[in-house]
């Protein structure tokens, strides 16, 4: 079974500049998250869809940060214009369902370095 | 916010050895689930123990969960240098829309030397 795709695994840019993430989940996986993970942090969740609706984007700074799942596949984070706190890695992830104590599956996520 | 703190912060064994990891909670809980990553790479979950478990083995990995205490333990026995990696215990995050993501503390670095 494949595992969450993601891309570009590095990306540096300059402040101010946008960058986009892609993420394709698990086959048949309706819920996908975003994650954010700033060195030596856990992770914080910025956004899960339930299939193509969106379930919580409550801490997305949504001043500079948009996420979309059109066709309640695959999914793209945009970050228009970056600023230097946002260099993290970020991480899509997937379950079969979105209740709790379902298993969340991870990809090797994209890292970003914003100078 | 952050609602398991992994403790210690950083740990550093000798292959052989039992490595022990605990994490704690602020409000009651479902489930926890422990999960690791190695650097560079993304998380992958070992472990969920629910809130009416009080210990769940998997392999050399055993858990305990007190939630009178509001805290588990992550136990890993003969530890190996591939056990090297951060290790991370997440909690079930109540959403707006009544759905649920993982809530993740900050994690214990585990170092261990051959």
């Known amino acids: 079974e494949a595992g969450v795709a993601q891309s570009p695994r590095y990306k540096i840019i300059e402040k101010r500049q946008s960058v986009a993430f892609w993420c394709n989940p698990i086959s048949g996986h309706a819920t996908l998250y975003w994650y954010q993970q700033i060195l030596g942090q856990g992770p914080k969740l910025l956004i899960q869809?339930?299939?193509?609706?969106?379930?919580?984007d409550s801490q997305l700074p949504k001043d500079r940060f948009s996420a979309e799942r059109l066709k309640g596949v695959d999914s793209t984070l945009k970050i228009q214009p970056a600023k230097l706190e946002d260099s993290a890695v970020y991480l899509c992830?997937?379950?079969?369902?979105?209740?709790?104590?379902?298993?969340?599956?991870f990809g090797e996520g994209s890292w970003l370095t914003v100078v | 916010s952050q609602q398991g703190e992994e403790d210690p912060q950083a740990l550093s064994i000798q292959e052989g050895e039992n490595a022990t990891m605990n994490c704690s909670y602020k409000?009651?809980?479902?489930?926890l689930q422990w999960y690791r990553q190695n650097s560079g790479r993304g998380l992958v979950h070992l472990i969920l123990?629910?809130?009416?478990?009080r210990e769940k083995h998997s392999g050399r990995l055993r858990v305990t969960l007190d939630t009178s205490k509001k805290s588990s333990s992550l136990l890993i026995t003969a530890s190996r240098a591939a056990d090297t990696a951060s290790y991370f215990c997440?909690?079930?995050?109540?959403?707006?829309?009544?759905?649920?993501?993982?809530?993740f503390g900050k994690g214990t670095s585990l170092l261990v030397t051959p």
């Open positions: 869809f339930q299939n193509n609706g969106v379930v919580d």
């Open positions: 409000t009651s809980i479902n489930n």
């Open positions: 123990i629910r809130s009416n478990e």
């Open positions: 992830a997937s379950s079969l369902e979105g209740g709790a104590g379902n298993t969340i599956y």
């Open positions: 997440a909690t079930d995050l109540l959403l707006t829309n009544s759905g649920y993501a993982l809530n």
